[in-house]
């Protein structure tokens, strides 16, 4: 009896230590759910991704500011949800862990939608360099994803862990299998990276929700023995820094980017318009 109320009392808790990445992990499976049995009104699947919130670079950079954390919970197809839930639920449980489910969080989210963020102005500022538009075609990339945002963790995780490994006096057992995850968050990280340089992989995203995850744990170590106000105002500066990024980029007049944004919108109403005929 005692036996199986321990056993009982290590399940609950382990339950509670995850709880917020399992929620994570089940959100993105809901939408996804959602998005082919009630978001999916057009025959085009990248037009229904663009319809329901996809990121688009021409779209986002033009007042569509909202695209950036809609698209983080949006995925191309099941194969793309299924890889990115086992990483976040990897990832996710070892990080709620180290950091506590309110950084984790921000973590998540500012890392998620910052990332979107720098692949919109990212595939812009690519356009620009690259004059794709002399030749008066409309290139459209959709970003989806929550790939942005775990890298963000993978991120912290990495500077939980660099931090725990370099403590004096370490636990040898401890030790070594904090340099094991260690060893194979960087790993993942790495071929995520050299992954995302095949055509059709938003490796901008995957780069910018790192350095963003990075940056914001750096800034929760740091304090990590300080109060607890101190951790709630680097939260703050950082989701403000977000919001001024946003507000910089996000609401652009360029004739380009302004003319493509109304063909997209354009072809999109043509479709929703033959659609309900």
């Given at each position: ?138 290139y459209i990339i959709i970003g989806v994803g929550a ?131």
């Open positions: 009896m005692i036996g199986q109320q321990r056993h009982t009392l290590k399940s609950r808790s382990f339950l509670r230590a995850m709880a917020l990445t399992l929620i994570l992990v089940l959100l993105n499976i809901a939408v996804y759910f959602y998005q082919i049995a009630f978001a999916s009104p057009l025959e085009s699947r990248e037009n229904n991704l663009i319809l329901f919130g996809a990121n688009v670079y021409q779209l986002s950079l033009t007042g569509d500011w909202w695209r950036y954390p809609i698209s983080m919970i949006l995925h191309s197809n099941g194969m793309h949800l299924a890889f990115n839930c086992l990483a976040l639920f990897v990832i996710g449980i070892e990080c709620e862990r180290a950091y506590g489910k309110l950084k984790v969080l921000a973590i998540y989210i500012i890392s998620g939608v910052g990332a979107a963020l720098f692949s919109a102005y990212w595939q812009y500022y690519d356009t620009i360099n690259n004059q794709i538009w002399s030749d008066n075609t409309v790939s942005g945002a775990i890298m963000g963790l993978a991120a912290a995780s990495v500077i939980y862990l660099l931090k725990a490994i370099n403590k004096p006096h370490p636990h040898p057992v401890i030790h070594s299998k904090q340099k094991r995850q260690l060893y194979n968050i960087i790993a993942m990280i790495a071929l995520t990276l050299v992954n995302g340089l095949q055509s059709g992989v938003d490796n901008a995203a995957h780069i910018g929700g790192a350095i963003i995850g990075a940056l914001i744990s750096i800034g929760y170590v740091l304090v990590s023995k300080k109060s607890a106000m101190t951790s709630v105002s680097i939260t703050v500066i950082a989701v403000l820094l977000l919001a001024l990024a946003i507000h910089s980029f996000s609401f652009s007049t360029d004739e380009n980017l302004l003319y493509e944004r109304q063909f997209i919108y354009q072809e999109i109403n043509k479709e929703l318009h033959m659609a309900h005929k």
